[in-house]
């Protein structure tokens, strides 16, 4: 099988140890086990010690209860066989994509957007059908143009709730269109949830399982849990055919998930509430330290970013995205992604969603070299 390089992982394995301010990072500032403990209102010395008579054996192959319950626990009306946990939500996107499509079938993909939703369909044989998402619109899916792109043929759309790299989030009413449009064509909904979970008003953030009978919940540890250390990602659907199909595949390619981040991401799952007051605390913070650096910098704008943990950042210079992101690790030490890794150009993409004062100064430092150039 050919497929594309993977360009923004290809960047961050490139570049990310060899900068001093990291603001291409998308995890929330990540958690420490002591930190999780403490969140958890653990006894850390007794956890621990508990810890280390945990049998290293396959486990539950399933899942165990206990993260099963914590998983359905972020959805409405989810029960355990709803649910197929899997290496990250980059095994979970793998495997929705793998037993659904197959050659000379078509597809829409939302863009820009996270590459495996539409390098992997290419790679086996798929048809593409690409939905551009642009600034004029709030990086929202023009649904016109979606209805327009479908057929009896379509096996599938992909869409990224929120997205990454915009910082958009299709409100509830968009959500139930697109299910409505999906529902014609019998289309299956894959959508990608890394990064739902924490709203600017701490609210409900419905997901597509909520909507639709065929929609596919994509989420994980990563982002908003800060805990991209623990390999857990899932997805989520009420479609029995395909939650059936994708365990027989499981068989093939995970088998089951490590027992330890089973047990770590359970319990962070049964204490969320505490995790996402920390991180809730970080994003709106951030984002306001963005907001008013862009705000203040004449040399860029940017569509200002409602949700996840990343923002696009277009920029008023005639350079290609990826010799400017190279130039700027040469001079001050400061790493975005450019924008070329999501097929744009003009514009990087900017994490904010760690310490504020690295934030601060690596935003201080990009704005003197735009300056320079």
């Known amino acids: 099988m050919k497929i594309k390089t993977f360009k923004v992982e290809q960047w961050m394995n490139e570049w990310e140890t060899r900068c001093r301010y990291n603001l291409a990072e998308t995890c929330i500032d990540s958690l ?3 930190e999780l403990l403490e969140l958890s209102g653990e006894d850390v010395g007794e956890y621990m010690k508990n810890l280390a008579d945990t049998r290293l054996t ?3 192959i399933e899942g165990s209860p206990e993260l099963l319950a914590g998983i359905a626990s972020l959805y409405e009306n989810v029960d355990a066989e709803d649910i197929v946990p899997l290496h990250g939500a980059i095994g979970a996107n793998h495997q929705v994509i793998m037993t ?3 050659p000379g079938d078509n597809m829409v993909s939302v863009m820009p957007t996270y590459q495996q939703h539409y390098s992997i369909p290419e790679s086996i044989g798929a048809e593409v059908r690409v939905l551009r998402l642009n600034p004029e619109n709030r990086f929202l899916p023009d649904l016109n143009e979606l209805r327009s792109l479908v057929d009896e043929n379509t096996r599938m759309i992909t869409i990224n709730n929120p997205n990454n790299p915009s910082g958009s989030l299709i409100p509830t009413e968009e959500m139930q269109q697109i299910a409505e449009i999906a529902r014609s064509v019998d289309a299956y909904v894959l959508c990608d949830e890394v990064y739902r979970g924490i709203s600017e008003d701490g609210s409900y953030m419905p997901s597509i399982v909520d909507i639709y009978e065929k929609g596919i919940s994509v989420g994980s540890m990563s982002k908003i849990y800060s805990l991209a250390g623990l390999r857990i990602g899932w997805f989520v659907s009420r479609d029995k055919e395909l939650v059936r199909l994708a365990r ?3 068989d093939y390619d ?3 998930c490590p027992v330890i981040d089973d047990k770590l991401a359970a319990l962070a799952l ?3 509430e505490a995790i996402y007051a920390r991180n809730r605390a970080i994003l709106l913070k951030n ?3 963005l907001d008013e650096w862009v705000n203040a910098t004449e040399e860029v704008w940017y569509q200002k970013p409602v949700a996840g943990t990343t923002a696009l950042v277009y920029y008023r210079k005639d350079i290609p995205s990826r010799d400017l992101c190279i130039g700027l690790l040469k001079s001050k030490g400061v790493m975005f ?4 890794c999501f097929e744009i150009e003009g514009a990087v993409r900017i994490g904010y969603a760690f310490d504020s004062e690295l934030l601060a100064e690596g935003l201080k430092l990009f704005g003197e070299y735009l300056k320079e150039i």
């Open 287 to 289: 984002r306001r330290i």
């Open 100 to 102: 659904l499509l197959e």
């Open 32 to 34: 420490t086990v002591r």
């Open 248 to 250: 027989e595949r499981r």
């Open 254 to 256: 995970t088998i089951s």
């Open 270 to 272: 049964a204490n969320k």
């Open 337 to 340: 992604t450019p924008g070329e």
């Open 58 to 60: 396959y486990s539950h």
